[in-house]
């Protein structure tokens, strides 16, 4: 009951800094009754929940997050119409503050710095008028506003955090520059209470400075880049124009894209943008669906043709009516599914978010064991204790770690969705890379899908007759077979019969009754079922006109009457994506209904060495589960409601955007554009999106391993490990935007 009422929601987080950060928000969540599912994105800043409303109150929820030091924006329920661009808000707001606090810092860390380093020259002091004593308080005054000004951020979440008994990045970077700092105001202020020598009374109010202001430039640097991920969503959703022209009583009325509605009539001049979905009503044009779909051939367009929100008329003029709009409509539909797939998790992190739950906790343990160690070797030097204690907090901060994975995927994902690619998930794109199989349906997927009647052979019946009552059993299916021949029968003018009582087999054919006659139409396998005796045609199905055609017969109690078969192409870049699969070492397997000879022609053609003929809808997904048991990880590719279960039944369904609602519904990724170059694409872009996802992760963790060590040693300086901590987030994220340029 739970899952039928359950409903899905992405909201914004403030606040967030590293993968500890995501393990808190996610167990805050996780707690509450009616929360089916929680995943919370670092790199996105946002949190997708599945939840029954009836059971959760989502301020209560906002409230619980709010307690801990982060914050749920529930202003997007109330602005629906436009959620993007408040996100975009939001990030710009906040790279402003980060902006600012980062300026502030730097105008006064210069002079704390240039005073520090003066302080090492003997000359220093006998060109100044100022004292030791009046140097520290100089610093001191300098320093403060640095600490509660630009980094109150820090110290405001370490409160919170420590009030609930936790710990994240900003609790290392508050207890680091915090010892620093009051172990400087001691000495500066109470210099009596620590023993005299060369060591003990100097300050690192520099340090403290110079560590606050690198981590807000590598913040401010981090910020900028993860907004660049994103870009793929702020394309997608630029897709849209402003304003529309509307044709209301033959008067032509420019409005704003919010107040059009479905059954509008909208006016489309040459190189104008196409504001909604809908039907071509007058005129026809080419229309450019790159944007979409990712093909660079413009598509011809005509009265009832369909168009897309978001694509670009060329040359001609045309009027069509809105079907859809907003949400609901194909360009709304992907950036939901997009976002929703950036904002999911491949199961690759769950190393990393293992890692980061218990990574600050033991990260201060190190610490303070540092510390203690360095009093024994030398208790009489408390400040080398202290930089090492501060040297491991700072290098130690997780952030590179949290955003290893979320960000490459953003990228990937983006990547993707430019060359008509709709993964629905993270985990179906690392799904994807681990394949060693894959499946494909023939009809509408290896083949054209636009089948056409290519001969007709009767015996004792004339052809009109023998058309009518096939086409007229024909038309009671939806199989694109039945679809051929019933148009075929409509070209030629051939009236139908009324055919009242009909059973259809899916599969097999069609049995029907009229006029207390038994009529059958169907492959071979149907007509041996029935006992029909077709050994009088068969001279005529081994003839190299039919053999490599589909055939259906036609019987009328119990005699067989005929047949005709029918042909469909296969795509032109068939044989090259097998020849590419094969190369990316996989092997590819054709499942059909069709006859042998039909199945074996295809699969010679396209260089497909593994085939099966014959197969039922319902049995696609028993072979698909059959490779599954053998230990294969499965692609499926399909298009029909055949596909559905199978493409379930996968490891990765793949389904061709030209095909059925269903098997799109069913499918882990989607070919928009139909074109099975797609496959080799998302294929492609699988593997170098988790090597990427590899290459950060390894650099994430190696960076914590040889770091820690370097500091509690005291071979790193804390400032240098601000820097290097600061960099290796933005390293991550610049190594995920390669996926950019990556060529498929």
């Known amino acids: 009951m739970k899952q039928i009422l359950a409903e899905k929601i992405s909201l914004p987080v403030e606040g967030m800094t590293c993968a500890s950060c995501v393990a808190r928000v996610e167990k805050a969540i996780t707690k509450f009754e009616g929360v089916s599912a929680v995943n919370v994105n670092l790199a996105t800043e946002k949190v997708t929940l599945e939840y029954d409303p009836s059971q959760v109150d989502l301020n209560e929820i906002a409230a619980t997050v709010e307690d801990i030091g982060y914050k749920i924006d529930l202003t997007i329920l109330q602005k629906k119409n436009n959620p993007p661009q408040e996100k975009t808000n939001y990030v710009d707001s906040h ?426 139409a169907g492959n071979e396998s149907f007509m041996l079922e029935n006992k029909i005796d077709i050994n009088i045609l068969k001279a005529e199905v081994k003839k190299d006109l039919v053999y490599n055609s589909s055939i259906v017969f036609l019987a009328i109690d119990g005699n067989i009457k005929g047949f005709v078969s029918v042909i469909d192409s296969v795509k032109s870049n068939s044989a090259e994506v097998i020849k590419q699969i094969k190369e990316m070492e996989l092997e590819p397997i054709l499942l059909s209904g069709d006859n042998e000879n039909v199945t074996k022609y295809i699969s010679t053609i396209t260089g497909i060495i593994k085939y099966e003929s014959g197969v039922m809808p319902n049995h696609k997904s028993g072979k698909v589960k059959k490779l599954q048991e053998e230990g294969k990880k499965v692609i499926m590719v399909g298009d029909g409601i055949n596909d559905a279960p199978a493409l379930v039944q996968s490891n990765v369904g793949i389904a061709i955007g030209n095909g059925t609602d269903i098997a799109i519904d069913s499918a882990d990724v989607v070919l928009i554009s139909g074109d099975l170059s797609g496959v080799v694409k998302s294929i492609k872009l699988s593997k170098r999106t988790i090597a990427v996802i590899k290459q950060n992760l390894f650099w994430a963790f190696i960076y914590n391993v040889i770091g820690i060590p370097l500091a509690a040693t005291g071979l790193l300086n804390p400032m240098f490990a601000a820097l290097a901590m600061s960099l290796s987030s933005v390293s991550v994220i610049s190594n995920s935007l390669r996926l950019k340029k990556a060529k498929l």
Request: with cysteine.
């Open 95 to 520: 790279l402003n503050e980060l902006k600012s606090d980062l300026i502030f810092a730097v105008v006064l860390t210069i002079p704390i710095l240039i005073i520090n380093m003066g302080m090492m020259w003997e000359s220093f002091f006998l060109n100044n008028f100022l004292n030791i004593d009046q140097i520290n308080k100089t610093l001191l005054i300098l320093t403060t506003p640095v600490l509660f000004v630009s980094g109150k951020r820090f110290y405001k979440i370490f409160w919170n955090n420590l009030k609930h008994f936790s710990a994240d990045m900003n609790s290392l970077v508050a207890i680091g520059t915090g010892a620093a700092f009051v172990f400087s105001l001691m000495i500066t202020l109470f210099p009596e209470i620590f023993p005299h020598s060369k060591h003990n009374n100097h300050v690192y109010y520099d340090t403290t400075a110079v560590i606050i202001t690198l981590i807000l430039l590598g913040r401010w640097l981090e910020s900028r880049a993860k907004s660049k991920t994103g870009s793929a969503i702020k394309k997608l959703i630029e897709l849209q124009p402003k304003t529309a022209i509307v044709k209301e009583q033959n008067r032509e009325i420019e409005r704003q894209i919010d107040e059009l509605k479905p059954g509008d009539i909208i006016v489309i001049k040459p190189g104008s943008k196409i504001p909604a979905d809908g039907i071509i009503t007058s005129g026809a044009s080419s229309v450019n669906e790159a944007m979409i779909t990712g093909e660079s051939i413009p598509v011809e367009k005509i009265i009832g043709s369909k168009v897309i929100g978001g694509t670009i008329n060329i040359t001609g003029y045309f009027e069509f009516e809105i079907s859809t709009i907003g949400k609901n409509s194909v360009l709304g539909q992907i950036i939901k599914l997009v976002e929703e797939a950036q904002g999911s998790k491949a199961p690759i992190q769950n190393l990393a978010d293992k890692v980061a739950s218990i990574f600050v906790p033991v990260v201060v343990l190190i610490a303070i064991v540092t510390f203690f160690i360095w009093m024994i070797i030398k208790p009489d030097d408390f400040s080398i204790a202290i930089m090492n204690f501060v040297a491991v907090l700072i290098i130690a901060c997780p952030c590179a770690l949290g955003l290893a994975t979320p960000t490459a995927l953003i990228v990937g994902m983006g990547k993707a969705a430019q060359n008509g690619i709709l993964f629905k998930s993270g985990e179906s794109l690392e799904e994807l890379h681990r394949s060693d199989t894959i499946v494909f349906d023939k009809t509408g997927t290896i083949t054209e899908g636009k089948l056409s009647v290519k001969n007709i052979i009767v015996k004792q019946i004339s052809e009109d007759e023998f058309l009518s009552v096939l086409s007229s059993l024909e038309s009671k299916s939806e199989h694109p077979i039945a679809t051929a021949i019933t148009e075929f029968a409509n070209m030629k003018s051939i009236s139908p019969i009324l055919i009242p009582d009909f059973e259809n087999k899916p599969g097999k054919g069609i049995k029907g009754r009229t006029d207390n006659k038994i009529l059958l």
